[in-house]
């Protein structure tokens, strides 16, 4: 069946370093790849997306790259801050499953000024 | 603009009591789904509705119900609750397949 999976948090940086949150997919058909963010105590909000493969999804500095050779939506930012503390969820949607979200684990993210 | 809306946002349980977690949105979404997050676990789908009268399984169904009556409502059932399900539970919404799914704000139930 469909899976994603993420690193492993919690990640733990300073503020102005560079992001990367990996995220590999499996799935049977052709899903659009999402990234979600979850800010403390808040819901989840849709932070980008990517319905086809090479496309790029950003927001707010972040960015991810639709791979379908590699399986893999790794999110990116190049110089983070401490606002950005919060869990990132990498999520699949597949158009046969009626539009269900298959989530990863979670990744906790902690900026540090 | 109210978009997905959950009621209670913290609720506490006895074993064995039942009770509904309201969800409601405006937008005229055709897909509405319910989750659970779970430490470590990411979320998990439990049920799911394509459109009014018609709801399906999702991951981890048991112990819940739903119900579909309107396109706005779609209200989660706990039959008899157990200390497994306290959990933060998710209502989302969507257009239509594959496009942007909306998250309410979440529900902290406990069961003890």
């Known amino acids: 069946g469909n899976s994603v999976t993420q690193m492993e948090g919690p990640v733990t940086l300073s503020e102005e370093a560079f992001l990367t949150i990996n995220c590999t997919y499996t799935?049977?058909?052709?899903?659009?790849l999402f990234w979600y963010v979850q800010y403390p105590g808040e819901g989840l909000q849709l932070l980008l997306k990517a319905t086809m493969a090479d496309d790029k999804g950003s927001n707010k500095g972040f960015e991810a790259t639709y791979r379908k050779e590699t399986t893999s939506f790794h999110l990116e930012k190049g110089s983070v801050q401490v606002s950005d503390s919060a869990v990132y969820f990498c999520?699949?949607?597949?158009?046969?499953?009626?539009?269900?979200?298959?989530f990863g684990q979670g990744t906790e993210l902690s900026v540090k000024p | 603009n109210a978009g997905v809306t959950q009621t209670p946002k913290f609720q506490v349980l006895k074993t064995g009591q039942s009770m509904t977690l309201q969800c409601a949105q405006d937008?005229?979404?055709?897909?509405m789904s319910w989750y659970r997050q779970d430490p470590g676990m990411g979320l998990r789908l439990i049920h799911y509705?394509?459109?009014?009268?018609?709801?399906d399984q999702g991951e981890v169904p048991n112990g819940y119900n739903v119900s579909r009556s309107t396109t706005e409502d779609f209200p989660l059932r706990l039959l008899s609750a157990a200390p497994s399900q306290t959990s933060v539970y998710f209502c989302a919404s969507s257009l239509a397949s594959g496009n942007t799914i909306y998250f309410g704000e979440g529900s902290w139930l406990t069961v003890v």
């Open positions: 799935a049977t058909g052709y899903p659009s």
């Open positions: 999520a699949l949607s597949d158009w046969d499953q009626g539009g269900k979200l298959i």
């Open positions: 937008m005229n979404h055709e897909y």
């Open positions: 509705s394509v459109g009014a009268g018609i709801t």
